[in-house]
């Protein structure tokens, strides 16, 4: 049995060791020692994902723009790709200006079923999920990364890849009946949710 509950503004050195000590408690209990490169990956990418989603609100109060209007969205994310490399630290000091914070819960039950939560305290836009959905969908019909990338990029999001690695790595390492959803919950919070029985883990040979 494993509960870890966390709260963070940012990624950083603390926030990546801190997802190392769980993920390696996780597969040392569970019995899963050699998935924890990628198991760490996934929770990373949720984790970012959550971030990033953060950093766009940021960016809507900046620009007062309606999220939920496609063409508003689109300029929105095209300030987002050209401010995130250079304006990392300075979009993470505006979100927790705005409290904008990303909370990460992990439990490991006895049966070795992993249920990882990542929520931000803001709600994700009609139009945020209906991209999200549609990537979640359309990544089911690849076995292969490289496959869905030449196939989806999306230069709007960026490569767009985020939702799809979880996803695909997942089914390329034996794992085929977990639950991968974001929703927005009852407290108007956006949350990244992922459910896998672990013991069905059987080694495969595919590359992602």
Same mark, same amino acid.
């Given at each position: 049995?494993?509960?870890?509950?966390?709260?963070?503004?940012?990624?950083?050195?603390?926030?990546?060791?801190? !997802?190392?000590?769980?993920?390696?408690?996780?597969?040392?209990?569970?019995?899963?020692?050699? @998935?924890?490169?990628?198991?760490?990956? @996934?929770?990373?990418?949720?984790?970012?994902? /959550?971030?990033? $989603?953060?950093?766009?609100?940021?960016?809507?109060?900046?620009? /007062? =723009?309606?999220? *939920?209007?496609?063409?508003?969205?689109?300029?929105?994310?095209?300030? %987002?790709? #050209?401010?995130?490399?250079? =304006?990392?630290?300075?979009? $993470?000091?505006? /979100?927790?200006?705005?409290?904008?914070?990303?909370?990460?819960? =992990?439990?490991?039950?006895?049966?070795? +079923? &992993?249920? &990882?939560?990542?929520?931000? *305290?803001?709600?994700?836009?009609?139009?945020?999920?209906?991209?999200?959905?549609?990537? +979640?969908?359309?990544?089911?019909?690849?076995?292969?990364?490289?496959?869905?990338?030449?196939?989806?990029? #999306?230069?709007?999001?960026? =490569?767009?890849?985020?939702? /799809?690695?979880?996803?695909?790595?997942?089914?390329?390492?034996?794992?085929?009946? %977990? &639950?991968?959803?974001?929703?927005?919950?009852?407290?108007?919070?956006?949350?990244?949710?992922? !459910? !896998?029985?672990?013991?069905?883990?059987?080694?495969?040979?595919?590359?992602?």
């Amino acid at each position: 049995m494993l509960a870890e509950e966390f709260t963070f503004y940012d990624l950083d050195d603390h926030v990546y060791a801190k !997802i190392e000590s769980i993920v390696e408690q996780i597969c040392s209990r569970a019995g899963v020692s050699d @998935i924890g490169v990628i198991l760490f990956e @996934i929770i990373t990418e949720i984790v970012q994902n /959550a971030a990033k $989603a953060n950093f766009k609100e940021v960016l809507r109060h900046e620009i /007062a =723009a309606d999220m *939920n209007h496609s063409q508003e969205y689109e300029t929105l994310m095209k300030n %987002f790709k #050209d401010r995130l490399p250079t =304006a990392h630290y300075e979009l $993470a000091e505006k /979100a927790k200006k705005l409290n904008l914070y990303i909370m990460l819960e =992990a439990t490991l039950s006895k049966s070795a +079923i &992993l249920h &990882l939560c990542v929520v931000n *305290n803001r709600p994700a836009s009609i139009e945020e999920m209906r991209r999200l959905d549609n990537k +979640i969908v359309e990544s089911k019909k690849y076995v292969k990364l490289a496959d869905y990338y030449l196939k989806h990029y #999306d230069d709007t999001e960026g =490569a767009g890849l985020g939702t /799809a690695l979880i996803d695909i790595s997942l089914r390329a390492i034996g794992y085929k009946n %977990f &639950l991968y959803r974001v929703f927005n919950d009852s407290s108007s919070r956006t949350v990244a949710e992922l !459910i !896998i029985d672990l013991k069905e883990y059987v080694p495969v040979n595919n590359c992602i």
